[in-house]
Structure formats: structure tokens, C-alpha cells
């Protein structure tokens, strides 16, 4: 058996006890996972190439659509998308994983697929998330782009 698009499922977390998965989930996409998640520079002598070394750890980005329920965007009493995604409502007082505290509001996206008894994950920290909403087709959709550092892979 494979995973397909039916067997994943996408949660936010914020760095103490907040979380969420966001439903109907599809269209995931990671990109920039490369070995020890390490950039590369060339050397270059006379013009000509003699080696690559390897630079600062680099970021991943991706995306993922879900279809938005027919709810509020922002709800102070109940978790919402939106909110995780904005910091506000429920999510007004998230706690950030940016180190040291400060600044851009980020936390841990985690992709989970399972089948056939197997589970594998990846977790993308310090994720920072945007939202484009669609109207275009039958529902409305959301499409959720992220940039962060590639975590866990399990």
C-alpha cells in the first residue's frame, strides 16, 4: 500500500498548548528537503568550479489547501483556521516558537500520514503561515503557503 492524499492530515501548534488540524486537507506540498538541510556555495578559482561547501541550514516551503467550513472567520471562543493561521480569536494569545519570544508569531506545522499500520511524519518548526481564500469553485477554499525549518521526519 501507498500513502495517497487520503491518508494525511495537517496540525498547527503554537509553542505551549495550543493546537489544530485543519480539515479536509489537500494539495500538500513540501519543498527544499535536501541532505543535513544545509545551503551549498561553490568555490570558484579562475572562473572555474573546484568544490561546493556547505552554508547556513536553509528553509523549506510548501503549501496545502482545505475547504473553509461554513463558520465565522474569527471567533473568540472557538478555534478557528483562520485565527491559528492570524494569531487572533482563540489564538490571540498563542505562544510563539520563535526563539528568544519575540517578533513574527510562528509555531510547528506537522504532516502525518497514515495507512496500512505505517505513520510517517514531518515537522516543519518556526513555521510561518499566509492564507489566499478562493471562491472560484463549488466551496470556498483556503490555501495556506509556509516557509520554516525542516524538524522531525519519522
Known amino acids: 500500500m501507498f500513502f495517497t492524499k487520503q491518508h494525511g492530515s495537517v496540525a498547527f ?20 528537503i535536501q541532505e543535513g538541510q544545509k545551503g551549498t556555495a561553490a568555490i570558484l578559482h579562475r572562473g572555474s568550479f573546484k568544490s561546493y561547501v556547505y552554508t547556513d ?3 523549506v516551503t510548501g503549501s496545502f489547501s482545505f475547504t473553509v467550513k461554513a463558520q465565522d ?3 473568540p471562543s ?12 482563540t489564538w490571540s494569545a498563542a ?6 519570544g ?7 506545522l506537522v504532516y502525518t500520514a497514515t495507512a496500512d499500520g ?23 477554499s483556503a490555501s495556506v503557503s509556509f516557509t520554516g ?3 522531525a521526519v519519522t
Open 13 to 32: 501548534q503554537d509553542g505551549s498548548a495550543l493546537s489544530i488540524t485543519f480539515d479536509d486537507v489537500g494539495d500538500w506540498t513540501l519543498d527544499g
Open 149 to 151: 525549518y525542516l524538524g
Open 57 to 59: 541550514q536553509t528553509q
Open 95 to 100: 505562544t510563539t516558537t520563535n526563539p528568544g
Open 78 to 89: 472557538n478555534a478557528r483556521a483562520l485565527d491559528a493561521i492570524r494569531k487572533t480569536g
Open 102 to 108: 519575540f517578533g513574527p508569531f510562528t509555531g510547528k
Open 73 to 75: 472567520f474569527s471567533n
Open 118 to 140: 505505517q505513520t510517517g511524519t514531518l515537522e516543519i518548526d518556526y513555521a510561518r503561515l499566509s492564507v489566499s481564500i478562493n471562491e472560484s469553485g463549488d466551496a470556498l
